[in-house]
């Protein structure tokens, strides 16, 4: 699907980039036509006037106009008419042209105009204009070869047009790659979507199958009491808590990723809340002889969503005693600056990779999905935690080697406490 789809970026790139180039040589022979034409056209004006003056030689260099200078290296020719349409003075090289001249001359309304046409395969300019001398109305034509002009346009537009090929050509592959690179975020969203997909589905069907055939055999059991069924119950209840957390986590990604979730910022004790975390988790560290021991300075008030903050140290401590084998320890490290506040978990247990410590807390990311399956995790927790804390403008730092441990240190930034 995804070949496919770079397939098409580069194809629309490249249109894009060949309607770009013909955009631009069209417009660009477009902008030199028009300057060679305007610049021919004042040139022939110039030496018509010239010619009148009677300077029938040919132009001084110092009194040609920059933008003209290349029309008087091609030279010109001209020919003038008298009332009876006879040729009194004339310097042509081209003597087609007198027979040209002759046919605009009998055209009384071609007068100070300029034209263009074509002549043995030649193409020339004409600039017309009629005068008065010794009270005798004459014509004065002046010519000049413009196949240089052409010439020059056509050299740019296949100049252009080599160049522009080759940059397509050269662009296409580096599109192609491009593409992928860009496809790459949304790709690895994808698969970790699918990933999750069927992680979640296999975490809902378990529970789901397991509440079905407890609630299957409380029917076969109705007539027995209560008490006599607790065990089938409590396994409903277990379920039913899994599929609830599973359930939780994902409106918390949904409200974060359409930017629903508001936090209440308000002044609350955070010395307390982490003294409360670590009385919360006691109880599970002790289950599995883990040693829970805290460090918390006194007195450290935070201004910030109180209940956000307890999810994301809950969850870093959890992460930790999930991660830690039996008879290990677990530390809660509550420390204030100047600056910030920081929230340091440390553990002696699995410890992570370089490349695990990279991807940690991308969403549905699982270091270890076999051990994750037995511990419950979904890979969303510490997705969840660096959402919140970067929701306070903070940020998660990670210590970690292999079999040795790992130190996750929440830094929150000290804000006014009004």
Not at 289 to 314: C, F, H, M, P, S
Not at 325 to 331: L, W
Request: charged share 25%.
């Amino acid at each position: 699907m995804f070949k496919e789809i770079k397939r098409q970026i580069t194809l629309f790139n490249t249109l894009i980039l060949i309607a770009f180039l013909l955009i631009f040589i069209l417009l660009l022979v477009f902008l030199v036509q028009w300057s060679l034409n305007l610049s021919g056209e004042m040139y022939l004006s110039q030496v018509a006037q010239s010619v009148k003056n009677g300077d029938d030689g040919a132009l001084k260099k110092e009194s040609v106009p920059k933008n003209t200078i290349v029309h008087n290296d091609i030279g010109y020719e001209y020919i003038i008419w008298d009332s009876n349409h006879n040729v009194e003075q004339m310097k042509i090289k081209n003597n087609s042209l007198i027979m040209q001249g002759y046919e605009y001359d009998l055209k009384s309304d071609f007068n100070d105009d300029y034209k263009i046409f074509n002549l043995d395969d030649v193409s020339y300019r004409i600039y017309s204009i009629k005068m008065n001398e010794n009270n005798q109305e004459k014509t004065l034509q002046v010519f000049q070869e413009i196949t240089t002009e052409q010439s020059v346009i056509r050299y740019i537009v296949f100049f252009l047009l080599f160049i522009g090929c080759g940059g397509i050509l050269l662009l296409i592959p580096i599109s192609y790659f491009l593409a992928g690179k860009s496809l790459q975020p949304i790709k690895e969203t994808f698969e970790n979507q699918k990933k999750f997909i069927a992680d979640a589905s296999h975490e809902l069907r378990t529970p789901l199958t397991v509440i079905q055939t407890n609630v299957e055999v409380l029917k076969l059991k109705e007539d027995e009491v209560l008490s006599d069924n607790l065990r089938w119950l409590n396994n409903i209840s277990v379920e039913s808590e899994t599929m609830s957390k599973l359930v939780s986590e994902l409106l918390n990604i949904a409200q974060a990723d359409n930017k629903k979730i508001v936090l209440e910022r308000k002044v609350f004790d955070l010395s307390a809340l982490c003294a409360e975390i670590i009385d919360l988790m006691f109880d599970i560290a002790l289950e599995k002889d883990i040693t829970l021991k805290a460090e918390i300075q006194e007195n450290v008030d935070y201004k910030g969503d109180e209940e956000k903050i307890k999810q994301a140290i809950r969850i870093l401590v959890d992460n930790a005693i999930k991660y830690t084998a039996k008879n290990g320890v677990v530390s809660l490290k509550l420390m204030e600056s100047l600056r910030s506040v920081c929230i340091s978990v440390k553990d002696n247990g699995v410890g992570l990779s370089n490349e695990d410590q990279k991807k940690i807390f991308s969403r549905f990311y699982r270091v270890d999905d076999a051990r994750n399956h037995k511990t419950g995790g979904f890979g969303l927790g510490l997705n969840i935690a660096d959402m919140v804390v970067k929701q306070h403008n903070g940020k998660i730092k990670i210590e970690s080697e292999l079999n040795v441990g790992s130190t996750f240190t929440i830094v929150l930034p000290k804000t006014t406490l009004k």
